[in-house]
């Protein structure tokens, strides 16, 4: 259906229906036309030819006064008076009738019979059709010719007409997906008449340039906001490691410092992965080819301890199979962080579970669950599950953003024992 809807194809199907119905018609009313032509024709000659034959004969009654005509057979008989007349023919009254007879050569034939009744004769005129069907036959052969020609040529016009008049959108539609890939606007107005299309290229040109201006916004103001905040952090994280240096701290002062050092780490790794969406770049570890996904998660892990608080939930991390990915550890900790998060968050107590290997990370919690139709709906940005408080919902979201950038995937499902079960598959290539 999707090639139907294209208004080249439309343009190609209207020409060649309008051609073939054109033909069509043409050809029905000339069949018509000859038909009632013919007939009326073969009628008033048959008729006329038989007032004529009566004429003849009154003008000469003698029995061997003969009257030859091609194609005609005449017969003519006193009133009343039908015992050497074909047995067929005796029944018609005066009129014109279509009849079928053996011919000289044995096969049946088709005729037309005249018969005229007066008081004093009875005439019959047979005339021969065979030759008017075998001309019939060949009139429909021509026609049906005529109609495959027409149609066929129709056909052509119309592809030939579609590519002139779709020209100009298929070349506007050739500089917009170049100017897609290139990814450097340019005005396309000044490619187009002045004409429908180009004022679609006019519309477009506004367009891109509006959405241009947007986009250059949106990257600068990432730009800055990355970099105002990066100031920030830095002197927090500075500040942070020299109060650590401190010998006269306290246990507890040092913990809170080092919550302090985890959350301005998990802040700049949020900076980099939001960086990275907003401009749609896919880049590549900036410490090796590759990323320890093993150590990433060891030390998410850890950052997301304080929101297991007191509760009694007991916390394992399986290595099955050494696992690497060539993305920055920003953004796997990032995507690590909102999945291992939620399960400290919403599990109040029991187990969570984190699995890493053959490709994937799997984090399994024993908390409250989510339903299998919210599954799918919870990477929606600002969608929350029914079973869990309060939030904006843009976490799972953020985690989806990435996966899409990087070829990974995610998902959501109940676990069957109780709670959720969150996958984090990555690219192997």
Same mark, same amino acid.
């Given at each position: 259906m999707r090639y139907r809807r294209r208004l080249r194809s439309r343009i190609i199907i209207s020409f060649a229906l309008f051609g073939l119905g054109l033909t069509a018609l043409f050809a029905a009313a000339t069949i018509y036309l000859r038909a009632r032509l013919e007939d009326q024709l073969i009628n008033n000659t048959l008729q006329r030819e038989l007032k004529n034959f009566v004429d003849f004969k009154r003008d000469n009654p003698d029995p061997n006064a003969l009257w030859g005509m091609s194609l005609y057979d005449a017969v003519i008989v006193r009133a009343g008076r039908s015992a050497t007349l074909p047995l067929t023919w005796q029944k018609f009254d005066s009129g014109v009738y279509d009849i079928e007879e053996i011919g000289r050569e044995g096969k049946n034939r088709p005729y037309r019979l005249a018969v005229y009744k007066d008081a004093d004769y009875w005439a019959y005129l047979r005339f021969d059709l065979s030759t008017q069907k075998l001309?019939?036959?060949?009139?429909?052969?021509?026609? $049906?010719?005529? !109609?495959?020609?027409?149609?066929?040529?129709?056909?052509?016009? $119309?592809?030939?007409? +579609?590519?002139?008049? @779709? /020209?100009?959108?298929? =070349?506007?539609?050739?500089? !917009?997906?170049? @100017? /897609?890939? /290139? &990814?450097? %606007?340019?005005?396309?107005?000044?490619?187009? =008449?002045?004409?429908?299309? $180009?004022?679609?290229? +006019?519309?477009?040109?506004?367009?891109?340039?509006?959405l241009t201006e947007i986009v250059q916004r949106d990257r600068e103001f990432n730009a800055d906001v990355s970099h105002e905040l990066r100031t920030p952090l830095s002197v927090i994280a500075s500040t942070t490691e020299l109060l650590q240096g401190s010998p006269d701290l306290s246990d507890k002062l040092r913990e809170r410092l080092k919550r302090i050092e985890r959350a301005v780490r998990q802040s700049s790794e949020l900076i980099d992965?939001?960086?990275?969406? +907003?401009?749609?770049?896919?880049?590549?570890?900036?410490? &090796?080819? /590759?990323?320890?996904?093993?150590?990433?998660?060891?030390?998410?892990?850890?950052?997301?301890?304080?929101?297991?608080? #007191?509760?009694? !939930?007991?916390?394992?991390?399986?290595?099955?199979?050494?696992?690497?990915?060539?993305? %920055? +550890?920003?953004?796997?900790?990032?995507?690590?962080? #909102?999945?291992? &998060?939620?399960?400290?968050?919403?599990?109040?107590? &029991?187990? !969570?579970i984190v699995t890493v290997g053959y490709g994937r990370v799997t984090v399994e919690d024993s908390g409250p669950g989510i339903n299998a139709e919210d599954a799918e709906k919870l990477f929606e940005r600002g969608v929350r599950g029914t079973t869990v408080g309060k939030g904006g919902g843009l976490g799972l979201a953020i985690v989806r953003r990435l996966c899409d950038l990087y070829g990974w995937k995610v998902s959501l499902a109940p676990r069957p024992q109780g709670g959720a079960t969150a996958t984090l598959e990555f690219d192997r290539s």
């Open positions: 001309n019939e036959r060949q009139l429909l052969t021509a026609l $049906g010719a005529a !109609v495959f020609l027409f149609a066929i040529f129709s056909l052509v016009i $119309g592809f030939w007409l +579609s590519a002139r008049v @779709m /020209s100009p959108v298929i =070349a506007l539609a050739r500089r !917009v997906r170049a @100017m /897609s890939r /290139s &990814g450097q %606007p340019e005005l396309l107005k000044k490619h187009f =008449a002045d004409d429908e299309v $180009g004022e679609l290229a +006019s519309v477009l040109d506004d367009y891109s340039t509006r992965a939001l960086l990275l969406l +907003s401009r749609r770049e896919r880049q590549a570890p900036t410490d &090796g080819d /590759s990323t320890d996904v093993a150590r990433i998660v060891e030390q998410v892990v850890d950052a997301q301890r304080p929101h297991l608080a #007191n509760k009694p !939930v007991e916390v394992r991390v399986e290595i099955d199979q050494p696992l690497a990915t060539a993305a %920055p +550890s920003s953004v796997v900790a990032v995507a690590l962080s #909102n999945l291992i &998060g939620n399960a400290f968050k919403y599990t109040p107590a &029991g187990e !969570v």
